[in-house]
């Protein structure tokens, strides 16, 4: 089971980026899947979750309204599209995969991507 994050970089405030979660040994429809982000001197936190053949997602009130968590089944791909980016949203970020449900929480999940860095800075 391998999980692979990419799509990282530096944008300015107010624009986007596409993180894709690259799975491997997934049945992407039977497992919730996560992205967490961990800023610099911070605890790691969930910022979107997805579970469920309806797709069914939540959100961290801070990115609500602005990020967008989806999945690909056929590519085996998760995404977090990120947009009207804010400086603190920037981050190192993680996907995760192997809950039984749609969680924010970190021991939800037993399979980790390394992470993929996301400046936000004019």
């Known amino acids: 089971v391998q999980l692979q994050a990419s799509g990282g970089g530096l944008v300015q405030p107010g624009g986007s980026l596409r993180l894709s979660c690259a799975t491997n040994?997934?049945?992407?429809?039977?497992?919730?899947f996560g992205w967490f982000r961990q800023a610099p001197g911070k605890e790691r936190e969930g910022v979107a979750c997805?579970?469920?053949?309806?797709?069914?997602?939540y959100y961290d009130d801070s990115v609500k309204g602005r990020f967008t968590i989806s999945r690909d089944i056929a590519n085996k791909t998760v995404y977090l599209q990120m947009n009207s980016l804010k400086t603190e949203d920037s981050a190192v970020y993680y996907c995760?995969?192997?809950?039984?449900?749609?969680?924010?929480?970190?021991?939800?999940?037993?399979?980790w991507g390394q992470g993929t860095l996301v400046t936000v800075s004019s």
């Open positions: 995760a995969g192997g809950s039984e449900y749609c969680s924010l929480q970190l021991r939800s999940y037993g399979y």
């Open positions: 040994g997934f049945p992407l429809e039977n497992y919730g």
């Open positions: 997805v579970y469920g053949s309806w797709d069914r997602s």
